[in-house]
């Protein structure tokens, strides 16, 4: 199974690209940051994979792959969570999921933010996996499906 997760995601967005245009110089450019955050952190393929399937990160090397990622979409910068970026990233999910009170998850991302906002750890690996479990539990608590992020 070596580097399926991210020959998969390199599949997924150049067929997505290719049915609807040419692969964008901001796709390419992604692909080779997550690539660089899979050598930089010695994240094996599963566990490329299992942040791809949305599992929460138990090792040393899927958490620092985690944090790489959270990095490089901006969610994570200077050590701290910017939710605005999160929210920008949610917001280009169209699936429209809806929690038990009605909202969609885009209505209620600054309440379950709010909820993870005070996440702290000096460890930049650590501080991305507390803080995706956080946000994670603040979904499944409004009865999002089991790890939104």
Do not use: W
């Not at 796709?27 to 930089?40: L, P, R, S, W």
């Amino acid at each position: 199974m070596k580097h399926f997760s991210v020959t998969f995601i390199v599949i997924l967005v150049v067929v997505v690209n290719t049915v609807s245009s040419q692969m964008t110089p901001e796709h390419a450019k992604f692909i080779g940051e997550v690539n660089k955050c899979k050598t930089e952190s010695g994240a094996t393929d599963e566990e490329v994979e299992d942040l791809y399937n949305r599992i929460i990160p138990t090792t040393k090397s899927a958490k620092c792959f985690n944090a790489c990622v959270m990095e490089k979409t901006q969610i994570l910068q200077g050590g701290k969570f910017v939710p605005d970026n999160l929210n920008k990233i949610v917001e280009m999910d169209k699936t429209n999921l809806k929690g038990k009170d009605g909202k969609t998850l885009v209505e209620a991302m600054n309440d379950i933010n709010a909820e993870c906002k005070d996440i702290v750890d000096s460890d930049k690996c650590e501080f991305a996996a507390k803080l995706r479990s956080c946000l994670n539990a603040a979904a499944r608590k409004r009865e999002y499906c089991p790890n939104v992020f």
